[in-house]
């Protein structure tokens, strides 16, 4: 199955700097999302990006599908920034595999 | 439109006892997908269930099971718990109709098992 890999695995920041975090994959995916994870555990969609690049707000992300990898920018993070960020990859059918997180950190 | 809607939101069980989480998914959405996440594992994929069938399956034993009713909500169950079983349950819900195609999808806020 695909494997994918997100870095960095942790992240601190100051609040108000901008922030990039990658996701590898370990073969031609046709579908991926990313997904930030809230202290009460639910995963909140930030993105469904296929290919190509999604704004939204403060956030972007770009999706290079011929490279394998996809990159979510944060720009002038706040503290409620803070939390796990995942992509997924979808492998087959409505499986989406996960990787590790990034873990952010945001300081006031 | 309410989102997916997952309960209980917490559990606790002991050991050989067996546990049945429910999820309720985006009206209109016949896709119900469940994944267990753990601090060691990760998320990882239990099943899909598409019209009262399960589509997929992840690498888990057959003390995991699902289902899913005629009006798409899914249950799943796990018989005689383990410690390892002690996880954030999610389940997740979306649009998609045929098995070629993806649209995005909707997580609950998960169930939370503990498992003494």
């Known amino acids: 199955g695909i494997q994918v890999e997100q870095s960095p695995p942790d992240l601190i920041l100051q609040e108000g700097a901008n922030s990039t975090l990658r996701c590898n994959f370990s073969?031609?995916?046709?579908?991926l999302q990313w997904f930030h994870q809230n202290p009460w555990g639910q995963l909140i969609n930030l993105f469904y990006?296929?290919?190509g690049t999604k704004q939204n707000g403060r956030l972007s992300a770009t999706t290079v599908a011929t490279e394998r990898y996809s990159l979510l920018y944060i720009s002038s993070s706040q503290t409620t920034d803070s939390g796990v960020y995942f992509c997924?990859?979808?492998?087959?059918?409505?499986?989406?595999?996960f990787g590790a997180g990034t873990i952010l950190r945001v300081k006031s | 439109k309410a989102g997916v809607t997952q309960t209980p939101r917490y559990l606790i069980k002991t050991r050989g006892q067996q546990v049945t989480l429910s999820c309720s998914p985006i009206?209109?959405?016949?896709?119900v997908s469940w994944y267990q996440q753990t601090p060691g594992q990760g998320l990882q994929f239990l099943f899909e269930?598409?019209?009262?069938?399960?589509?997929n399956k992840g690498n888990f034993p057959g003390r995991f099971s699902g289902r899913q009713f005629s009006n798409s909500r899914s249950e799943m169950n796990v018989s005689t718990l383990e410690l390892g079983d002690s996880a954030l349950y999610l389940c997740?819900?979306?649009?998609?109709?045929?098995?070629?195609?993806?649209?995005?999808?909707?997580f609950g806020p998960g169930t939370r098992l503990t498992v003494l």
């Open positions: 073969d031609s995916v046709n579908n």
């Open positions: 990006i296929p290919s």
């Open positions: 269930y598409f019209s009262e069938t399960q589509r």
């Open positions: 009206s209109g959405h016949r896709s």
């Open positions: 997740a819900s979306s649009s998609t109709s045929g098995s070629s195609s993806y649209n995005e999808q909707f």
């Open positions: 997924a990859a979808v492998e087959y059918g409505n499986k989406l595999v």
